[in-house]
């Protein structure tokens, strides 16, 4: 049997709009208080505008003053151990720190999980885009 969070990332897949690649993308974020976003990919036609299930999840949370994460579980309609993008990761780590717990769905109750570290290492961040310009400031 799937974790709760497994399921709600399921349940997300019923939402999803995707009329173009017909792959559907459910992910439900748990947030540090308990509090469970889903969300679901939705299409647009030319495509980067579209929106991944992950970046709906997390803006759902923010909306309603959530900024510290959990976990966070990612599925798809094929059962295929679908991992966020590299945007979604970037997005991911914007609010999360490395060791924020990904759960991706394998199908018949199997998940493969991984830390965002693992799946993003060597982030951008503030502290490394400050680090940045400290160091542009040194060499001018």
């Known amino acids: 049997m799937p974790e709760p969070l497994v399921e ?3 349940e997300a897949l019923d939402n999803a709009y995707v009329p173009y690649s017909e792959y559907t993308v459910g992910a ?5 208080d308990g509090t469970v976003y889903v969300g679901c990919n939705i299409e647009n036609a030319n495509y980067s505008n579209s929106l991944h299930a992950e970046e709906v999840a997390i803006a759902e949370a923010v909306k ?9 579980v990612v599925t798809s309609g094929a059962r ?13 780590a ?8 990904i759960v991706c769905d394998l199908g018949d109750g199997e998940t493969a999980e991984y830390t965002l570290g693992e799946l993003l290492p060597n982030t951008i961040s503030l502290d490394t885009l400050e680090a940045a310009a400290e160091k542009r400031e040194r060499d001018e």
């Open 94 to 101: 914007e609010f999360a720190d490395e060791d924020l717990d």
């Open 64 to 72: 309603n003053g959530h900024t510290d994460f959990d976990r966070l």
């Open 28 to 32: 439900a974020l748990k947030t540090a």
């Open 80 to 92: 295929d151990g679908v991992t966020p993008c590299g945007m979604c990761r970037q997005t991911i």
């Open 8 to 10: 709600r990332a399921r």
